[in-house]
Structure formats: structure tokens, C-alpha cells
């Protein structure tokens, strides 16, 4: 029952950074878990990052040490840091929420609510 917008996509060269942000609104009832999926054109949606409500993350091994998933709840936002980016990493990322456990979240997490998508292009 949450709605996600995300913002902060957008085109760099390979190397550079982003920071997608992700504002949520509504009951976030049982939805412990938060992160975010990404799809390239004519792929299916993946994991990339989740958090669980106690704060723990998971990755992608694809992302692992390039990318950090945080959130603040006071806020009401949710952000992915994104180092080094490579243009496999070229895909349209979604905030995500979703059912589990207070205490871990995997990354292919069973998403309850999507955003409706950021662009992110890495090219030279």
C-alpha cells in the first residue's frame, strides 16, 4: 500500500556516480522490506539491493562493493549510492517494497509495490 517515486537517474560515463532517491507515502502495514530491482530493455526485472526493517542490506554480487542501499525512515526515503557505475548497469531502477522479515530481506525480494522507474545510462 505504499506509493514510490524515484528520481535522481539520468546519464553518466563510465565511472561516475549516481544517487537514485526514493520518497514512499501511505501504510507501510507488513512491508519490512524495501530495495531496489532494475530491467534492461527485453530482460526480466533482478534484484539489485534490499534493507530490512532492522536496517540490514543484501546485494547483487553484480554490484557488490560498488553500491550502497539506505533508507530513513523519518523521511520516508530510500537511496541507492552508486560508485563506478559500468554500462552493464544501464537499466531502468525501481523502488521497491515488499513483504518479509523484520530482520533480513533478500535481494529478489517478493515485491508487494513498485515505482514506476528511473532511468539509468552508462555510456561513454
Known amino acids: 500500500q505504499l506509493q514510490l517515486v524515484e528520481s535522481g537517474g539520468g546519464s553518466v560515463e563510465p565511472g561516475g556516480s549516481l544517487r537514485l532517491s526514493c520518497a514512499f507515502s501511505?501504510?507501510?502495514?507488513?512491508?519490512?522490506?524495501m530495495g531496489w530491482f532494475r530491467q534492461a530493455p527485453g530482460k526480466q526485472r533482478q534484484g539489485v539491493a534490499s534493507?530490512?526493517?532492522?536496517?540490514?542490506?543484501n546485494y547483487a554480487d553484480s554490484v557488490k562493493g560498488r553500491f550502497t542501499i539506505s533508507k530513513d525512515n523519518a523521511e520516508n526515503t530510500l537511496n541507492l549510492q552508486m560508485n563506478t557505475l559500468k554500462p552493464e548497469d544501464t537499466a531502468m531502477y525501481y523502488c521497491?517494497?515488499?513483504?518479509?522479515?523484520?530482520?533480513?530481506?533478500?535481494?529478489?525480494?517478493?515485491?508487494?509495490?513498485w515505482g514506476q522507474g528511473t532511468q539509468v545510462t552508462v555510456s561513454s
Open positions: 534493507i530490512s526493517g532492522s536496517g540490514r542490506t
Open positions: 521497491v517494497a515488499g513483504g518479509g522479515d523484520w530482520h533480513y530481506c533478500p535481494v529478489d525480494l517478493e515485491v508487494a509495490d
Open positions: 501511505g501504510k507501510k502495514n507488513s512491508r519490512f522490506c
